[in-house]
């Protein structure tokens, strides 16, 4: 992680700054879709800078991403697909309550299901992660996919008539 990360709790201007590791693409892909410009501060995951203090200092998680414009700082995927949504294009995030709630169930879905097969797979495959259990993540990514397969039978995206970011959410 550069210098730029132990000023981002100063960071009192409108740049937008995410904290990421080039295997997370949601936030980015997002905030490309919405034409926004950032700076990127790269986290190194396999050196452990995730676990450095200047990092903690911005999620006590210890976890990537974390986006900051101004003095915001927003932490997790879908917190900061939800903040950039809500504050840059809510078209991104319908309001109408049943539609809002299903983009919140698809963010679950990412969250969980999503997480525990596709990306577990993905870690287990791409960055040689060994405490991944490749067995339970292959059954849950099957059955993850199995599910969307049916969703989208008969529709383009996961929730109403263009995408949300249930669709951003759920894409990697």
């Not at 879905?109 to 997480?115: H, R, T």
């Amino acid at each position: 992680m550069n210098d730029s990360a132990k000023s981002a709790t100063n960071n009192t201007n409108n740049t937008l700054r995410l904290y990421n590791h080039e295997i997370s693409g949601k936030v980015r892909l997002l905030l490309s879709l919405l034409g926004l410009n950032y700076e990127l501060v790269r986290v190194d995951l396999m050196k452990g800078e995730h676990k450095q203090p200047d990092f903690l200092a911005l999620n006590p998680f210890g976890q990537v991403p974390v986006l900051v414009d101004g003095n915001t700082m927003v932490s997790d995927s879908q917190a900061i697909l939800t903040y950039l949504a809500l504050k840059y294009n809510p078209q991104w995030f319908p309001t109408a309550p049943e539609m809002a709630a299903q983009v919140v169930r698809w963010l679950s879905v990412a969250a969980n299901e999503i997480s525990q097969g596709l990306a577990a797979a993905r870690l287990f495959y791409l960055l040689d992660f060994k405490n991944v259990n490749i067995d339970v993540a292959t059954t849950k990514a099957t059955g993850i996919l199995s599910q969307l397969d049916a969703h989208f039978a008969d529709r383009s995206w996961l929730v109403g008539d263009r995408p949300t970011i249930a669709d951003v959410a759920c894409f990697p």
